[in-house]
T-cell receptor, first 115, second 115 residues
Framework: AQKVTQAQTEISVVEKEDVTLDCVYE???????LFWYKQPPSGELVFLIR??????QNEISGRYSWNFQKSTSSFNFTITASQVVDSAVYFC????????????FGTGTSLTVIP | DAGVIQSPRHEVTEMGQEVTLRCKPI?????LFWYRQTMMRGLELLIY????????DSGMPEDRFSAKMPNASFSTLKIQPSEPRDSAVYFC?????????????FGEGSRLTVL
């Protein structure tokens, strides 16, 4: 079965704090891909990152970093020195080589950054 | 390049009316997806196409929903007759991938309100 769990429904932080959004996945595929999307208040879904199952290197992009750990089936997302513009709903998603291009989305984590 | 284009952005209609949502995918993308987003159910995949052919429509809620993709640059999602419970944001997305590795590019969504 394919499943993505984002246990944190809502998070509030004060500006400049660091925050980590958790994502745990289940899959039977040996080749799979993990994604993070951002949905700001304006409503569009913006692609942030893709990771494939063969690459466990962590990635950093500016204030964003991602920690992929196959051993714990997790793909966590950290925002360093959060800003008000980071306020959004963040979705983690999974697709697999043998699941016919189906994307499985988590239920999202709503992040509010308080100025 | 233009992104995924959806129309209308907002639609308000009365119960029983026919609703047609439109989508133009990114040129060259061979996969097209229709998602529905509600507070209660999150992001749900309704149907997806590959090279204009419907591959999986198991997410289409009932016979009132239908989707077509007459050519590579256009798709429609039709609801007839519409009901208040169909109120949601409908997203179209496209991707270029044969193995689930490509990220989805989303349109800005069509917010449907059925009174």
């Amino acid at each position: 079965a394919q499943k993505v769990t984002q246990a944190q429904t809502e998070i509030s932080v004060v500006e400049k704090e660091d925050v980590t959004l958790d994502c745990v996945y289940e899959t039977r595929d040996t080749t799979y891909y993990l994604f993070w999307y951002k949905q700001p208040p304006s409503g569009e879904l913006v692609f942030l990152i893709r990771r494939n199952s063969f690459d466990e290197q962590n990635e950093i992009s500016g204030r964003y970093s991602w920690n992929f750990q196959k051993s714990t089936s997790s793909f966590n997302f950290t925002i360093t020195a959060s800003q008000v513009v980071d306020s959004a709903v963040y979705f983690c998603a999974l697709s697999g080589r043998y699941t016919g291009n189906q994307f499985y989305f988590g239920t999202g984590t709503s992040l509010t950054v308080i100025p | 390049d233009a992104g995924v284009i959806q129309s209308p952005r907002h639609e308000v209609t009365e119960m029983g009316q026919e609703v047609t949502l439109r989508c133009k995918p990114i040129s060259g993308h061979d996969y097209l997806f229709w998602y529905r987003q509600t507070m209660m159910r999150g992001l749900e995949l309704l149907i997806y196409f590959n090279n204009n052919v419907p591959i999986d429509d198991s997410g289409m809620p009932e016979d009132r929903f239908s989707a077509k993709m007459p050519n590579a640059s256009f798709s429609t999602l039709k609801i007839q007759p519409s009901e208040p419970r169909d109120s949601a944001v409908y997203f179209c997305a496209s991707s270029l991938s044969s193995s689930g590795s490509g990220e989805l590019f989303f349109g800005e969504g069509s917010r449907l309100t059925v009174l």
